[in-house]
Nanobody, 126 residues
Framework: QVQLVESGGGSVQAGGSLRLSCAVSGYTYATYCVTWFRQVPGKGREGVAAIDSGGLIRYSDSVQGRFTTSQDKAKKILYLQMNSLKPEDTAMYYC????????????????????WGQGTQVTVSS
């Protein structure tokens, strides 16, 4: 059974930093695409960063230059380093994985990801 577990969320002031982690277990395919999504109440899920099994990385315009995603394949953990946080970054953050390693552009297409974590809340105050 595939499981994704996010951690690292919290409350910070604008300009601060957080690092989210996504621990993956039970996923046995060699190829994948992992996307970090975020969602605020009443809105759809927005893809903000993606990384594939080959190491290709893409970011949304809204986080380019501020967020960095990476992976530790040995530990099966993915990270989202978030710097220069803004109040508009406040959201529930999720990681999701799919077997097709092609990163869809623009980032998103949440319906194409069969496995999701439970989410971790990020709150940025001004």
């Amino acid at each position: 059974q595939v499981q994704l577990v996010e951690s690292g969320g919290g409350s910070v002031q604008a300009g601060g930093s957080l690092r989210l982690s996504c621990a993956v277990s039970g996923y046995t395919y060699a190829t994948y695409c992992v996307t970090w999504f975020r969602q605020v109440p009443g809105k759809g899920r927005e893809g903000v960063a993606a990384i594939d099994s080959g190491g290709l990385i893409r970011y949304s315009d809204s986080v380019q230059g501020r967020f960095t995603t990476s992976q530790d394949k040995a530990k099966k953990i993915l990270y989202l380093q978030m710097n220069s946080l803004k109040p508009e970054d406040t959201a529930m953050y999720y990681c999701a994985i799919r077997r097709d390693r092609v990163i869809p552009l623009p980032l998103g297409r949440s319906w194409e990801y069969p496995y999701w974590g439970q989410g971790t809340q990020v709150t940025v105050s001004s």
